[in-house]
């Protein structure tokens, strides 16, 4: 579990889209899987993704027109997965992430924390390799960013996820397994015990 931290417009978001293929690097390379991110096409890096990556944001982007069971199935759905496969697998990782009893409920219906829950359920429900989380507490009270932060840690283990958390929060930070700071265009590594609020 890597975190990435930094000032406001170090490039922390930046370093992640290029990372999970939605953005391209101007100079240098990026491999991924011994996967090298430049000779990919465009369909060739949303398959790479589609396959490899869940991506959590910090606004959840549930759409508001369909359940939570739903918006956890559509990233299935959009593989061509049949609906009763793909609406069971959803409802697997909504009670993962403990909300079966809130799966029929729409995305205004449930709180930012249920949110963000099931955000991640969505982002997971493919069984990626890889997880990639922007600030996935950041519109949280300091006690439900808390109880996401946990999940997502219980989440990396449970499922040997290779997870890239990028957060301002340095409490969080200190209790991933390595952190990457970036500071004026440069990325240093530094060890999580080290930060200082």
């Not at 975190?3 to 000032?7: R, T, W």
């Not at 930046?14 to 939605?22: A, C, E, F, P």
């Not at 499922?159 to 997870?163: A, E, G, N, Q, V």
């Given at each position: 579990m890597l975190?990435?931290?930094?000032?406001s417009g170090s490039g922390k978001s930046?370093?992640?889209?290029?990372?999970?293929?939605?953005d391209r690097a101007s100079q240098g390379d990026v491999y991924c899987a011994q996967i090298q991110a430049s000779k990919l096409t465009d369909d060739g890096a949303a398959d790479f993704r589609n396959r490899e990556i869940g991506f959590v944001w910090q606004f959840h982007y549930l759409?508001?027109?369909?359940?939570?069971?739903?918006n956890v199935a559509m990233p299935l759905l959009m593989?061509?997965?049949?609906?009763?496969?793909?609406?069971?697998k959803a409802g697997t990782w909504l009670r993962?992430?403990?909300?079966?009893?809130?799966?029929?409920h729409r995305a205004g219906e449930l709180s930012g924390g249920e949110q963000q829950r099931v955000a991640l359920a969505r982002a997971l429900v493919t069984g990626p390799q890889i997880l990639m989380a922007d600030e996935p507490t950041g519109?949280?009270?300091?006690?439900?960013?808390?109880?996401?932060?946990?999940l997502i840690q219980r989440l990396h283990r449970e499922?040997?996820?290779?997870?890239l958390i990028v957060t301002h929060n340095l409490d969080?930070?200190?209790?991933?397994d390595r952190v990457l700071r970036l500071h004026r265009g440069q990325a240093e590594e530094v060890p999580p015990a080290a930060l200082h609020n």
């Open positions: 975190a990435v931290v930094g000032e930046s370093l992640l889209h290029i990372l999970g293929m939605l759409l508001p027109e369909f359940t939570a069971q739903e593989r061509g997965t049949g609906y009763g496969t793909a609406m069971e993962e992430v403990g909300l079966s009893n809130r799966s029929h519109d949280l009270d300091n006690r439900t960013a808390e109880l996401v932060f946990e499922y040997r996820l290779t997870s969080f930070a200190r209790r991933c």
